[in-house]
Structure formats: structure tokens, C-alpha cells
């Protein structure tokens, strides 16, 4: 059974940083696509980036957010900078399954979530 777990979330001030981290019990983890998704109360989950051969990023993330993996270690990275109010929001880790990559729906397996909360 494939379990992401993520850690890292946390309360931070409006222009700081953090970096989020899903660890994966994944056999062959490098073989897999991975992305990372957020949802804010109210709202569906929005597509933040995701890493194949090369990253992908929704259009509101590219140039502050960078996505990363160390493979020997199984584990995905989201490092997010100068974050800003409206990034507040349940930060999940998925593994790709196929399809269009911005869609939940291409991603079959899925952590619990982290929050991020930026305060102003």
C-alpha cells in the first residue's frame, strides 16, 4: 500500500519561506511522477507543480515555488517563497497515475495534507 506522508507546513508571516517535504513508501520511487496540489477552504484543489523529466508549475506559482525530489531518500520537496496571504491553504503531496497532470484526477494516490497559513 502506497503511503505520502507530508510535513513542513506551518504559520508564517506574509514574504517568508518554507519548504514542505512528502516521504513516500514507494518502491522505485524515481520511476514515478509526483506533484504537489493545494486546496483552500471553499475552493477546489488547484494544481501547484508537479516533476516528470522536467517541473511544471501552475501559472500562479512559477518563479517563487520550486519543486524537487532527493530519490534516495523517497522523498518530494515543495520549497515555497515569499509566500503571501492568499497561499494559505491544505498542501497535498500526489503520485501520478496518468492524464493531464493539472487534473486531481491523474493522481491516484494522495497524502493527508499539510496547512500552510501566511498571515499578513
Known amino acids: 500500500q502506497v503511503q505520502l506522508a507530508e510535513s513542513g507546513g506551518g504559520s508564517v508571516q506574509a514574504g517568508e519561506s518554507l519548504r514542505l517535504s512528502c516521504v513516500a513508501s514507494l518502491r522505485a520511487f524515481a520511476n514515478y511522477a509526483m506533484g504537489w496540489f493545494r486546496q483552500a477552504p471553499g475552493k477546489e484543489r488547484e494544481f501547484v507543480a508537479a516533476i516528470f523529466a522536467t517541473e511544471y508549475y501552475g501559472a500562479s506559482f512559477e518563479g517563487r515555488f520550486t519543486i524537487s525530489r532527493d530519490n534516495a531518500k523517497n522523498t518530494l520537496y515543495l520549497q515555497m517563497n515569499s509566500l503571501k496571504p492568499e497561499a494559505t491553504a491544505v498542501y497535498y503531496c500526489?503520485?501520478?497515475?496518468?492524464?493531464?497532470?493539472?487534473?486531481?484526477?491523474?493522481?491516484?494516490?494522495w497524502g493527508q495534507g499539510t496547512q500552510v497559513t501566511v498571515s499578513s
Open positions: 500526489a503520485q501520478y497515475s496518468g492524464g493531464t497532470y493539472t487534473s486531481p484526477g491523474a493522481y491516484n494516490h
